[in-house]
Each structure stands twice: as C-alpha cells, then as structure tokens.
C-alpha cells in the first residue's frame, strides 16, 4: 500500500511539473491576448511570469531529488521561522529559529528521587538520585552529545557525595556500564565537584540509545533542589519515593503550570489527596527550563523518636557509602545548535 501511494505520489508531482511548464509555454506565445482579459497585467510582466514557470518546471525535472529535499529543508529551517514570526520582535524570531534548527532532543525524561532518613544524623535524608532518558538525532548525519552527570558536597561531615553508575545502551546491541574501577576512570572531582563525563556518538535518523546516571548525596529534611535542562527534552517526569510523614512539592518552569490553561498538562498519579509518586509533563522543556523539587519532613512517630534516642548516636565515617545533597545539580553547557550536541544523564533503573 505504500509504495502505490509512493507512485501515485510521484505521478501527481510530475503531473502539476509539466502543467506548470505548458502553463508557462501559453503564457510566452499568447501575452498579448491574456493582458487583454487580466488588464492590470502588461504583456512584459506576462513574459516574465511564464519564463519563470518554465524555468521550475525545468529544474524541478531536473535537479536530483536528494537535492531538492534538503534545499526544502534547508528553507523550513532557516527561512520559515522568519516567516512564522512576522511582525514579533527579532528576538521571538531567533527563538523560533532556534527551535526548528534542534539537531539532538531527549524523550522519556526521568527524573528519580529516594528519600530515606539518616538514622545517624537527625535532621537529614541519603538521596538517591537518577536520571534516564532516550536520545534522539533526527538529522542526517552523526551527532555527538556530551554525557554530563554530578553531585556536590554540601555536608562531608555527614557523607559524601558520590556518582554511583551510569550507561549507555545502544546503539544497536552496545552496552556500556560505567560501575567500579570503570567508573573511575571516567570521573573528575574538583573541590567538593565530582562529575562524570563521556561522548556518546547517534547515528543519523536515530531514537534507540539510553543513556542513565546515579547519584546519591546528603540533604536536609527540609530542603530542595533544582535541576536545569540544557538539552531540549520532550514529556519529563519527576518520580519520588519518600516516607510518608514528607509533604513534597513539584514544580515545572515552564508556561504550562499556569493554573489559567486549559487543559492541565501536568499530570499528578496518582492525583491529590492520595499520596503523589508521580509528576508528568506533556510538554517540551527548553535549555534552561528548570523543575523545582522542594520536600519537607514531618514529626515521626513517638515510639521511633524514643527508638532513635536509645540508638547509638555515632555518625558514618566520610568515606561511608552515605553520599552528601547537592545543592543544586546541573549539566554540561551544550554545544551551540550548529555543532553536535546533547548531553547525558540518566537515572539507572529505578
């Protein structure tokens, strides 16, 4: 069914070509008798129609297909964005601009968070951290997108922080599992900065490599954080699994949470007054679109307090398997529209 609908494709193609060319032929022998019916047409201008028509006619027989499909690129791309936005200011215009030259985007954007008291510091939460997400290169050629992922130390004398994992599945059947010594060697840390860095290579016309990352760090029970997109990312979710006495609060920087649209394109699961695990955008975040985390922990129990007081109040060495909050957590700068780019991190499975 689709190759009959290829030729007949084709065949209405070179159908309205050859009309437009016959129309263009008419046009050049009988200028005179059209300027008498359309008057506000000379004959001089008639000419100058029809040569033209004739003239696409030719190069649209002519020219090779391939050439004509990125010439018509090449002008959605770089012209139409110009047209879209007559009459906004330049500066809507490059932002529409901006938008059609994406090369590299991510789908299926997770956003992970484990929260669990530490049993040997009041006042503070070990959290897991993870990021996953499937990249995309709708181009034709081959895009290297920079695989970002770190965590800071905020409180060393409660644990350190530390990037637990990370992978790249795909393309095809490649794996890669950053764990261990192999981790090691591709981590950096300056000052109380550890971040993981690596280069993922998409081939042409893409969507089947994941990319993930783990990290794991200390916070206060009352607290937040912020993550920053620097890669433009379709439908990101946010996913907390936290003790239940925790109020959280979710919050996504972008036009959508504003409670006057219709509909609502934030999706709570499940939805208030049940305990929310769950936050979903059906919306396409900007480099520099943000979401905003903040949590709150509650009075526990009495007889967990009573329990806590009898427990031993010795806190885990610094170089415990505890790891410190980060503050805020951001990724690499990515690479200006025109070169390959994209930028990793993800969250292993969780």
Avoid at 51 to 64: C, E, G, K, N, P
Avoid at 84 to 98: K, M, S, T, V, Y
Avoid at 141 to 160: L, M, N, S, T
Avoid at 279 to 293: E, G, K, N, S, T
């Amino acid at each position: 069914m689709r190759n009959e609908d290829g030729g007949h494709a084709k065949l209405a193609f070179y159908a309205i070509v050859i009309s437009i060319g016959v129309l263009g032929i008419v046009g050049l022998y009988s200028a005179d008798f059209i300027s008498c019916w359309i008057r506000f047409l000379t004959p001089e201008i008639i000419h100058e129609i029809s040569q033209a028509l004739i003239t696409a006619a030719l190069l649209a027989l002519s020219v090779d297909l391939y050439l004509k499909k990125r010439l018509a690129t090449e002008f959605v791309r770089d012209v139409s964005p110009f047209i879209e936005g007559i009459g906004l200011p330049d500066e809507f215009q490059d932002e529409i601009a901006f938008i059609r030259r994406i090369p590299v985007y991510r789908r299926d954007f997770r956003l992970s968070y484990r929260i669990r008291r530490v049993e040997a510091a009041s006042g503070f939460i070990i959290m897991r951290t993870g990021i996953v997400f499937t990249l995309v290169n709708q181009t034709e050629v081959e895009q290297k997108y920079p695989f970002a992922a770190g965590c800071e130390d905020a409180f060393p004398e409660i644990g350190r922080a530390r990037v637990v994992a990370a992978g790249v599945i795909g393309p095809g059947p490649d794996r890669k599992t950053y764990s261990g010594d192999a981790l090691a060697k591709v981590l950096k840390t300056e000052g109380s900065m550890q971040t993981l860095s690596l280069i993922i290579s998409i081939p042409p016309k893409n969507d089947k490599i994941l990319a993930w990352a783990e990290m794991e760090s200390i916070a206060e029970e009352n607290d937040s954080d912020i993550f920053w997109f620097t890669t433009p990312t379709v439908k990101p979710a946010v996913e907390i699994d936290y003790p239940d006495d925790f109020e959280i609060a979710v919050h996504f920087g972008h036009r959508f949470t504003d409670p006057a649209m219709a509909p609502d394109r934030i999706m709570r699961i499940p939805p208030p007054p049940s305990k929310t695990h769950t936050w979903a955008a059906d919306a396409a975040m900007l480099p520099w679109h943000a979401i905003y985390i903040e949590w709150k922990g509650g009075k526990l129990p009495p007889e967990i307090v009573q329990a806590a007081k009898a427990a031993p109040t010795e806190l885990p060495p610094k170089d415990s398997d505890h790891a410190k909050s980060q503050k805020e957590r951001s990724e690499q700068k990515p690479s200006t529209p025109d070169k390959a780019n994209g930028t990793a991190g993800a969250a292993s499975p969780f």
